[in-house]
Each structure stands twice: as structure tokens, then as C-alpha cells.
């Protein structure tokens, strides 16, 4: 089987009910009792680690998620021994037998659970907030771990010896300080080789004045900025009548709700105090003496490297009067505001666990709980224990996942991939354990806060993640209803999620349609487009409202068709009505040239498959006018066929979510060329040849285990930050030779 390093060896992945957890040495199963060996290492251990976790970035920046997937092969891996209905040719044959094999090999790294664990890392930006809440309050992470985030930021260190902002990215000023400040903190000394060449870095691209707010922001927790520096937060806004339309409450959710503990922060203007490590470090990130720095003139300064947004006329003039503010701040009214804003934060920790809506957020609000309630308080606790949660080991080290993890969206879409054709039928206990993970993270019960925090309704829907994190998406619903909707129609299961319970679903997604036809993300958009003039963040495009995007609208639009085929009777012409609607918006975003721009995957390959799959499932079923639909179709595919290579793939890089524009990728990535081919064969494109060059491509690239390699980094948020989808290398290819082999076997 496998090779298994022994320091690989030493962690193990514990799951329960979508839960991940990495623990070193565990001795039992058991998640409470993940910590009990993480601070006993030895020099044996360290040494182990040092030399089994070394890690070529320069070949490939991005893991293979190789310490889970190679324990989990060793554990549970054996060879299919059911029958593969013979295909009527040896290439669709060849196909038949690579998806059984790719299937195999997948349902052996299904969690007990049912869900598929896999790393969500990429940004690095994440950990370092985490740090910074462990060490300002004192509650530093075991040695195992602290050894393993020092190995995984070493990885990702660049050959100019800055960091970017994520794992493929460009070194920048935000990603260099961040990357630099968290390995001092974690004990790096700054004489440390390495270290120096770093501090050149920063130093040669003007200092750390010039790194953006987030990164102001950080510093001047530790103490290492000064909060003068910094454009004030204005607090009282969150006192401000919730009908104007600049109130929070109207803000993309994750903007809200990162904003809300940073103006808490700001507040109560929390700093750690100075000692030796701070001192030096003040030394350590400027050009210039930190006592001599006009802190007020460094409130937009911007390291060049890093001005992805510009800050806006109407946002500098908004600035303006909130920093004359704080010179004449009312002391009560700004004292109302922080005790609101902490109201709102121990809200947000109840309705989700105290694992909250992501990992910037759960570090900032970490923080101002340790300082509103202590370190010793149950609610700090609470949070601590799950700072666990977002931490994932590969390969590379340790680093800080993106969310809690990726569990329902990759447990649908691996469903829906599996159930595409008959062939997924050969696996009836994966199938089984997929429902149960399903079934279990459907979000059954409303918060008794969710109206007062302006939450959307979310009895029927499903998160990304588990049901215990709390926060429902719109298209995550749309993919586990038809996920759910999928399995009952393969009837392998005796169905758990009830007619009710799928009509929930239905009418979570109806509340979630936009005016503009289309489905934003996690809520309806609550305000006009100008608002995003008020972006503060500078390495970030779009994230002060929610908008619709296409990817949202096509999930929905699908489920939708999904639910009217199992209850055509059920709310039929509302069902038809937002149909229809969806689909004017998703044609109204395709672009000159037939593509599609995605906002959550790289990019239009991604997109286009979900534009073409929503419209070719709507077409000639009369929701909309099918010869227009038709013309969409055809557009698609000629830019689909015009960007196919030689070699019969499609490759494109993260390099198109952020110009914007098409962007080739050095070599054909499998995860493009399922994207590519599923909405061909969506489509129903008549040219066989292209498509099965395109499965000559996905079979060659299949190891013998039947597993992917992983590739280039397939996920996007804001345009300018990637994401990683472990098991996006296994879930497309399956479903695209699914979906070839339900043509070419079943038939």
C-alpha cells in the first residue's frame, strides 16, 4: 500500500458527526481527549517531524492531502470485487472500469459519518489571526502543533523570501508580515536565516506601514502598530436606525460579521502589553524608528504589491469625519456601542457552537471575548476548544482551513457525482453513509436569536459545513436537496428526509431569490450595489453586500427543476415562476464570448459548467424561451471547444478570478477538464471527439489506486484570494466519467 511516514504516522484524524479534529498520538477515539499527548514531544518527535514534513513548494505550492488520504488507504482500501456491466466498445469499457476504480478509491476515504474529510487551506492570512488570539491571551497552542505551523509557514515561505496571500500567490506585504510576526510568536528567532532574508523583504518594499487595514488591524492587537494608525471602525454604527441603508446589518455576512468583533476591538482599543518580544518586533517590521512614525498619515498606506481595490472618494471622505470623530467621541454613546456589538458576538458564538461563520472572525472574536469575559470564563473556553476545528494537517504542516471544513458541499456533490450513472449503484454503503451525513446536517431548528441578529430563516436548508456550525447557504441547500432528492431516486436508501422536510428546502430556496432573478450566497442582498464604495479591505472586491452569482442561481435553478419532478404539485407556479427568473439571470450574466466568470471556482470553466448545466436542464421543458436557451448553449460550448488543448484537457489558473480574464494554465488540470466536459456533455455537444479526448485526458492521469493527483488550486473567494478543494481532484472526474459511462454503458 502507501508509504506512510513515520511522522506522518503520529497524527490522526478524528471525526464525529462532520467534526474534524487532528490529534498527535492519540490514545483513544475519542475527540475530548484529542490534546492529551500534543504537548509531550520529544527531540526524536521534533527531528521526525522536521525531516517527514518537508515540503517542495516550488514543484507544487499546492499538498496532496497525502498524511489523511495515505492513513486512510493503509486502514480501509480493498480492491472492488463486484461486477462491471460490460460496455459496448473497449474506449467506453476503459472508462467504465477507470470510474469504478476512482469510485473505490474514494469511498475509502469516506469518514464513518458519511461525510469525505479533505484540506479547505490556502489563504495565509488565517493562521496568523489565530495566533495572535492564542498568544494575547495567553493560551498558547501544544508544542506538536506549534512545531507543525512553524514547518507548514516555512513551506509556503517564497523564493524572494516573502509570503503571498495565499499558497500560489505573489509575495505582499500582508502576506509577508503576517507569515513573519507568526513565526516569531511561535519562537522563531530573528536571526534565524530565513528570518533575516523575510525582514529584508518587508524592509525593502517600505515596511510594515504599508501593510493593508486587516493588517493594521492585527498589529495593533499585538502592539506593534499603533491604533492612531488606523481608520476608525465608528462603532456607533452598529446604533444607527436599521433602515439606512449603510447599518451592518446589510453587509455581506462575512464582512458583518469580521467587522463587528474588529470595531470591538477598536472599541475597547485592545492591545497586548510591550515586553521584549513586542519591543523587538517594533524594531523588526519598520524603515524607520517606531517612536517617529505619524501614525495618522499611515492610515492608507499601501504597499503596492498588495492594492488589489482602491479605496473610494466616498469612503476616504467617510473616513475623514470618523477620525475627527474619535477626537470628540461621546463616551457613553461609544460605550452603548461596544456593549451592543458584545451582545452580538455572544450571539453569533450560541448560534454556531462558539465555532462561528469563519476563521477570521472566530480568531477577532476569540480575542474579544478573552477580554470581555477572561481567560478563565466558560465562553473563552468554549472558544478555545474550537480553534481545533479549523486546523488541518498535510504534508505541508499545519495551517488554518477556510472554514470548519467543506463537509456538505463535498458530500453532495461526490453523491450527485456517484448517483450521475448506474455504476454508482455498485457502491450502496458509501451511497448509504453519504444519505446519513445529508440527512444529519439538514438544519432543522430556527436560533431564538435569528431575528434579533438578522439572521435569514434557515428551518429546511443545509450549511458548507455541518449542521452544528449553523450558518445555511443558499446553494449548499439547492445541492442537498438535490443530493437527498438524487439518492431517493436511486433507491438504495428507505428515504429519512421526509416530503416535509424536502418542501422546507424548497421554500428556504424560494426565500433566498433576489429581485435581480438570481441567489446570492448565505442571505438575500440587503443593499444597493453602491455600498461597496464604503470597502475598506483593499486586497478584496465585492464583499460588503451579498450579491447573486451565477454559480448560486444555477445550483438553485437545478434544484428547483429536482423538486418539481419529485412534487410537481408542490407551489408549481412560484416553483416556475423563480425558475424562469433564475435562468434570465443566468443569462443576462453570460458573457461576449460564451463563458461565464466564477466567483468560487477557477473560474469560467467553473462558472460555465454551471450556467450550461442549469439552462440544458431547463431547456424544453418550457420555462423559458428554448430557442434563446439554445443560442446560450452553443455560445458555451464554442468557447468551451476553443479553449481546449492539445492534449485534449482544459487548464486555466487562479490568475482568472482575479484579472478577470481567461487565463491558461501550463498544463491541463483534471479538475478544469471534468468542469469543461460535464457541460459539453450537458449540453449535448455532437462533436464526440473533443469530448473523448477530454476522457483520454482524465484517464491518463488516473494512478493506479485509482486517486487524482492534486493539481493546481481550484477555489476563489473576492476575486483575489484561492481556496483549496482536496476532493475536487476526485468529485469531477468521477462525475464526468459518470456521466460519459451513463451514455456510453448504461445505454
Not at 489565530?130 to 515561505?157: D, V
Not at 504534508?395 to 482551513?401: A, I, Q, S
Amino acid at each position: 500500500m502507501l508509504n506512510v511516514k513515520s511522522g506522518w504516522k503520529n497524527w490522526r484524524l478524528l471525526t464525529d458527526k462532520g467534526r474534524q479534529i487532528w490529534a498527535f498520538k492519540p490514545g483513544s477515539n475519542a475527540i475530548s481527549e484529542h490534546l492529551q499527548n500534543a504537548d509531550s514531544l520529544s527531540d526524536d518527535d521534533i527531528a521526525r517531524m522536521a525531516e517527514d514534513f518537508q515540503f517542495d513548494k516550488f514543484s507544487n505550492p499546492n499538498s496532496g492531502d497525502k498524511v489523511f488520504r495515505h492513513a486512510a488507504m493503509n486502514a480501509r482500501f480493498h480492491e472492488f470485487t463486484g461486477q462491471i456491466p460490460q460496455a459496448g466498445n473497449p474506449e467506453a469499457q476503459q472508462a467504465a472500469d477507470a470510474l469504478v476504480k476512482g469510485m473505490n478509491y474514494y469511498a475509502c476515504l469516506q469518514s464513518d459519518d458519511g461525510h469525505w474529510p479533505g484540506d479547505y487551506g490556502g489563504p495565509l492570512f488565517l493562521l496568523p489571526g489565530l495566533l495572535i488570539a492564542a498568544y494575547i491571551s495567553g493560551t498558547p497552542f501544544p508544542k506538536a502543533h506549534r512545531e507543525m505551523m512553524t514547518l507548514y509557514l516555512f513551506n509556503h515561505q517564497n523564493e524572494d523570501a516573502g509570503w503571498g496571500m495565499h499558497i500560489e500567490g505573489e509575495s505582499t506585504m500582508f502576506g509577508t508580515v503576517m507569515q513573519y510576526v507568526s513565526l516569531r510568536l511561535l519562537g522563531v528567532d530573528k536571526n534565524h536565516e530565513r528570518m533575516a532574508k523575510a525582514r529584508g523583504w518587508i524592509k525593502n518594499n517600505g515596511g510594515a506601514t504599508g501593510i493593508p487595514s486587516w493588517g493594521k488591524f492585527y498589529l495593533a492587537i499585538l502592539n506593534c502598530y499603533d491604533w492612531q494608525g488606523f481608520n476608525s471602525l465608528f462603532p456607533e454604527m452598529w446604533l444607527f436606525p436599521k433602515w439606512l441603508p449603510v447599518h451592518p446589518w446589510r453587509y455581506w455576512c462575512h464582512s458583518r460579521m469580521v467587522y463587528l468583533p474588529m470595531a470591538y476591538c477598536y472599541a475597547q482599543r485592545i492591545s497586548a502589553p510591550e515586553n521584549a518580544l513586542i519591543l523587538s518586533l517594533r524594531e523588526e517590521l519598520y524603515s524607520e524608528d517606531f517612536a517617529t512614525i505619524n501614525w495618522p498619515k499611515q492610515r492608507n498606506a499601501l504597499c503596492e504589491k498588495d492594492a488589489y481595490t482602491q479605496l473610494s472618494p466616498v469612503l476616504k471622505w467617510m473616513n475623514f469625519f470618523t477620525n475627527g470623530y474619535e477626537t470628540v467621541k461621546c463616551a457613553w454613546l461609544r460605550k452603548k456601542a461596544a456593549d451592543y456589538i458584545l451582545k452580538y458576538l455572544n450571539a453569533e458564538d450560541e448560534q454556531t457552537g462558539y465555532i462561528n461563520i469563519g476563521p477570521v472572525n472566530k480568531a477577532i472574536n476569540s480575542i474579544c471575548i478573552w477580554q470581555a469575559h477572561g481567560k478563565d470564563s466558560p465562553q473563552f473556553k468554549k472558544h478555545v476548544a474550537r480553534w481545533y476545528d479549523y486546523l488541518w494537517v498535510a504534508e505541508d504542516g499545519m495551517k488554518m482551513n477556510g472554514y470548519n471544513g467543506s463537509q456538505l458541499w463535498d458530500t453532495a456533490f461526490a453523491t450527485r457525482a456517484m448517483l450521475e450513472s448506474d455504476l454508482g449503484k455498485l457502491f450502496p454503503e458509501t451511497i448509504a453513509k453519504s444519505y446519513q451525513f445529508i440527512e444529519l446536517s439538514q438544519i432543522q431548528a430556527e436560533h431564538p436569536t435569528h431575528a434579533e441578529f438578522f439572521r435569514h430563516p434557515m428551518i429546511g436548508s443545509w450549511p458548507f459545513s455541518t449542521a452544528e456550525q449553523g450558518w445555511p447557504v443558499a446553494d449548499c441547500t439547492a445541492e442537498g436537496l438535490s443530493a437527498a432528492l438524487a439518492v431517493h431516486q436511486s433507491g438504495l436508501v428507505k428515504p429519512v428526509i421526509d416530503e416535509q422536510r424536502l418542501q422546507q428546502a424548497a421554500d428556504v430556496i424560494l426565500s433566498y431569490q433576489n429581485a435581480d432573478g438570481g441567489w446570492a450566497t448565505y442571505e438575500l442582498t440587503r443593499a444597493p450595489k453602491w455600498l461597496e464604495k464604503l470597502n475598506p479591505s483593499e486586497v478584496f472586491a465585492d464583499i460588503m453586500i451579498d450579491y447573486s452569482w451565477t454559480e448560486c442561481t444555477a445550483a438553485c435553478v437545478i434544484s428547483l427543476l429536482d423538486i418539481q419532478v419529485a412534487y410537481p404539485a408542490y407551489r408549481a407556479d412560484e416553483i416556475r415562476k423563480a425558475i424562469g427568473a433564475g435562468l434570465r439571470f443566468i443569462l443576462g450574466q453570460q458573457k461576449a464570448d460564451g463563458s461565464w466568470y466564477g466567483g468560487w471556482g477557477v473560474c469560467f470553466t467553473y462558472a460555465t459548467w454551471f450556467g450550461v448545466e442549469a439552462i440544458s436542464k431547463a431547456k424544453d421543458k418550457g420555462y423559458y424561451d428554448d430557442a434563446v436557451l439554445a443560442t446560450a448553449i452553443s455560445r458555451a460550448c464554442d468557447f468551451l471547444t476553443g479553449k481546449q488543448k492539445a492534449d485534449g484537457g482544459w487548464g486555466e489558473t487562479f490568475k482568472s478570478c482575479s484579472t478577470l480574464v481567461y487565463t491558461e494554465a501550463a498544463t491541463s488540470q483534471v479538475v478544469n477538464t471534468a468542469w469543461a466536459l460535464l457541460a459539453l456533455m450537458a449540453a449535448g455537444f455532437d462533436d464526440k471527439a473533443v469530448i473523448e479526448k477530454g476522457i483520454r485526458l482524465l484517464l491518463s492521469r488516473q494512478t493506479d489506486d485509482g486517486d487524482w493527483l492534486q493539481e493546481n488550486i481550484s477555489g476563489v473567494f473576492n476575486y483575489n484570494c484561492m481556496i483549496t478543494y482536496a476532493n475536487y481532484r476526485n468529485i469531477f472526474p468521477i462525475w464526468a466519467l459518470s456521466r460519459y459511462s451513463k451514455r456510453h454503458v448504461q445505454a
